[in-house]
């Protein structure tokens, strides 16, 4: 790269390559993404990172801040940062800097850390930050704001609020950035003022928004032999929306977004529960899967529900409004007292002893062992201690199907039939980053770390084989499309990209949300090392010994944590209840010794 000082700016030139301008309108942040490859002008202010072509180059990465108004012009061919200020500070990062958009690094000193940190950052800076174009593409769209696309290919257009905002924001909220973390609040309130505009008045989430402000509220597909057809998505976005909504609240404790955003909550909530019966069954038609077809009552879906209304419980309980938090609990317990029946009245089967994936509208049962169908009430703590045992049994037998890439929909992918599936064939049933994203949370639940690094390592090893594309759906050529290709779907996709940040920051290295502390902390790692994370929602250190688990709060304010130990130490001599809460001023630190023999001791130190 060069700098030239000229008359109109201080200039900086470098090949051409992936460009992120970042600007600043009324307080908002927001993102101009460039991938280089057509000419283009663009206007930021704050701050500019080039990056080179390829991620695995020696070339450096160059962040450039100054407090002024910085222009970008490329030609395709090289391209030029003019940044109008009389200084700028410029830092040299790895090609796929190790370090949010916003310029905090961090630092992942575990065994293996190293891969898992280079497609961490692969990911954010490839996929994550271009899939951003409110100001780029979308500027001149009639729903510009939250406009966040999932496909960097051209095969399909559009932002899709039903299902990809949850991931979307998922990935977004573990990255911690207050850049990233504006995205996600402009994510919220679109899809918001889009259900409180729908033209029937019932709240639904559009399946999609397409650049000409076009809104697909209701989507139907056929299944393969035309002989079934099925909603797509009838709850989905509805059900997510509480939960991102939560996640948002819990990391910014910003009480008058949350004041001004409860009603649309609860119009969001009317709907999940117009779609219930009075025996508190859930007829939510499909969930997630837009190519299997369920015309009836889905076990995951009313497991995910009942979980949403106890977390907009919590919400309700947070503004005082303890009537409507009560009835949302109610809410929940039918949802879950009715996903524990037997069928045909609930979701469980005595005979295999599993939860079936769903009963459609005559009754039939339809199941082939499906994997979140029995992992979320486990999870969520809607089964009794038998169906508990019987489900930690049934992913003990089906694990190496589960696992496969890194986990599947269903372990018979092959006995679907073709009235279940849908007619753009049967994709749906392979890995996908959304599966894995709630497998994760169920083995951290199970505090099993070597499963979540396992994981963690098969995604992050075919991230560095394809330069940290991701395709949509992976490896059905053991069962389907044995065409030799390892993905199908939709090219350059945001999910695996999305869900692996979360599932690596807040499932494996624990760093977490709440309602009640500033940060909960429940490191699930298998091994000692130190973990850095500079981001600004974060802003800690934490190290790990064999006898020893030690906290250090690097912001410049006095903060709280909540702390989970109970992952850590020897496996024979763990505390299930090993957690506590600790308040820790700039700077400070607490060290713990982890449990053997003796009970965990505690020692504050400067």
């Known amino acids: 790269m060069k700098a030239r000082d000229r008359h109109a700016g201080i200039s900086f030139e470098a090949p051409a390559g992936p460009t992120v301008l970042l600007a600043t309108e009324t307080g908002e942040r927001h993102l101009l993404p460039d991938d280089g490859s057509t000419p283009v ?217 949350l004041w001004e955003r409860i009603e649309d909550l609860e119009g969001a909530s009317s709907c999940v529960a117009d779609c219930m019966d009075r025996r508190g069954r859930l007829w939510s038609d499909v969930y997630y899967e837009d190519q299997v077809i369920k015309d009836g009552r889905e076990t995951m879906a009313a497991s995910l529900a009942a979980n949403s209304f106890e977390l907009l419980a919590a919400l309700e309980d947070v503004l005082g409004r303890s009537e409507q938090a009560r009835s949302y609990r109610e809410t929940a317990r039918l949802l879950a007292a009715a996903v524990r029946e037997p069928v045909p009245i609930g979701c469980w089967d005595d005979a295999t002893h599993r939860f079936v994936d769903w009963v459609d509208r005559s009754g039939n049962v339809h199941d082939h062992v499906h994997l979140l169908a029995n992992v979320l009430p486990a999870l969520f703590g809607h089964t009794d201690r038998t169906q508990t045992e019987h489900v930690l049994a049934l992913v003990d037998r089906e694990l190496d199907e589960f696992q496969r890439f890194p986990t599947f929909l269903a372990a018979r992918v092959q006995d679907y039939t073709d009235d279940e599936i849908g007619d753009g064939g049967p994709y749906d049933l392979c890995a996908a980053g959304r599966y894995w994203c709630w497998d994760a949370a169920f083995w951290s639940w199970r505090r099993n770390g070597a499963i979540l690094r396992q994981q963690l390592e098969t995604v992050a090893a075919q991230g560095a084989a394809d330069d940290y594309v991701m395709g949509e759906r992976y490896d059905m050529n053991h069962v389907y499309y044995t065409d030799g290709s390892n993905w199908h779907g939709a090219a350059h996709y945001y999910e695996y990209p999305c869900v692996y940040a979360w599932v690596l920051i807040t499932e494996y290295l624990g760093v977490r949300p709440s309602l009640t502390a500033d940060l909960l902390i429940a490191p699930r790692v298998v091994d000692s090392g130190t973990v850095r994370l500079g981001q600004s929602a974060y802003e800690i250190t934490y190290s790990i010994t064999q006898d020893a688990f030690e906290l250090v709060n690097d912001a410049a304010r006095t903060r709280s944590f909540e702390l989970d130990l109970s992952a850590l130490g020897d496996t024979d001599t763990r505390h299930a209840d090993a957690s506590r809460t600790v308040v820790l001023a700039p700077g400070r630190s607490v060290r713990i010794t982890l449990p053997d023999t003796a009970d965990p001791g505690v020692e504050d130190q400067a």
């Open 41 to 257: 002008v663009l206007t930021g202010s704050g701050a500019c990172w080039l990056l080179p072509r390829k991620s695995g180059t020696d070339e450096y990465a160059w962040h450039i801040a100054a407090a002024g108004k910085i222009e970008l012009r490329s030609d395709g061919g090289r391209r030029t940062v003019t940044v109008h200020a009389d200084s700028a500070a410029l830092v040299a990062h790895r090609a796929r800097p190790h370090a949010d958009v916003d310029g905090a690094e961090f630092t992942i000193g575990l065994p293996g850390g190293d891969s898992l940190a280079d497609a961490l950052a692969g990911f954010y800076w490839g996929t994550i930050l271009p899939c951003v174009v409110e100001r780029t593409i979308a500027a001149d769209y009639p729903d510009r704001d939250g406009y966040v696309i999932s496909t960097l290919a051209d095969k399909y257009v559009g932002t899709y609020p039903d299902v990809d905002h949850e991931f979307q924001i998922k990935g977004r909220m573990a990255w911690g950035s207050r850049t990233d973390q504006d995205v996600v609040r402009r994510m919220l309130d679109l899809q918001l003022r889009l259900m409180r505009e729908d033209p029937q008045q019932l709240w639904r989430a559009p399946c999609a928004v397409q650049p000409d402000g076009d809104r697909e509220y209701h989507v139907r597909r056929n299944s393969l032999d035309n002989s079934q057809n099925a909603v797509m998505f009838l709850v989905t976005g509805n059900i997510e929306i509480i939960e991102s909504a939560w996640l948002y609240f819990a990391r910014t404790k910003d009480t008058d977004w």
